[in-house]
């Protein structure tokens, strides 16, 4: 049975194609629930994740030797809040593996990304929420996050622009 018992450590060049796999199989966990609009499998590859890795942060979650989760942590995101003091940091990507993580891994995964932003001397974490998707816009907000706003038109890698509710969760 998979346990909370979570190691969390920054990812490495060798845990590239370990990404790529579990952000496509989260894709496909999306897409046999109906949920259409997010994620396809195929969208992001290793290319992605080192970008992420040279500007940011990409962080794995491991349990019983597993990868359970990962997310991406940016120090900044203009293309969905412009240019911003340096005082939050923003979480994107946030990703179970559904047959391997335990319920409420993505609230620990979440937890810890808010960590990390608090040790770097930020005081909010931002993300934001595919607006369509009602289900994970209430996830983030049962977790504290409120709405801010809303972005039209985000770029998106490998797809066309989507619209995007903006979330805000002050830290302390």
């Not at 998979?2 to 845990?15: F, I, K, N, Q, Y």
């Not at 199989?25 to 992605?48: F, K, N, S, V």
């Not at 990409?58 to 990962?70: D, I, K, M, N, S």
């Not at 808010?114 to 993300?127: I, N, Q, Y």
Request: proline share 6%; charged share 25%.
């Amino acid at each position: 049975m998979p346990s909370h018992d979570l190691r969390v450590r920054p990812a490495a060049e060798a845990d590239l194609a370990a990404l790529v796999r579990l952000r496509d199989d989260a894709a496909r966990w999306m897409l046999a629930r109906g949920i259409t609009g997010q994620w396809r499998p195929g969208e992001l590859d290793e290319a992605h994740f080192r970008r992420v890795m040279a500007h940011g942060e990409v962080w794995l979650a491991e349990a019983g030797g597993r990868l359970t989760g990962a997310w991406e942590l940016w120090w900044e995101d203009e293309d969905a809040w412009g240019a911003q003091p340096p005082v939050a940091g923003y979480v994107h990507r946030l990703m179970v593996d559904r047959t391997a993580a335990a319920p409420g891994t993505g609230r620990l995964l979440l937890t810890a990304a808010e960590h990390r932003v608090a040790e770097a001397g930020r005081t909010s974490v931002r993300l934001d929420c595919l607006a369509a998707n009602t289900q994970l816009n209430a996830y983030y907000q049962q977790a504290g996050y409120r709405v801010v706003g809303r972005k039209e038109g985000k770029p998106q890698p490998g797809g066309p622009p989507k619209s995007f509710t903006l979330m805000e969760k002050p830290l302390g």
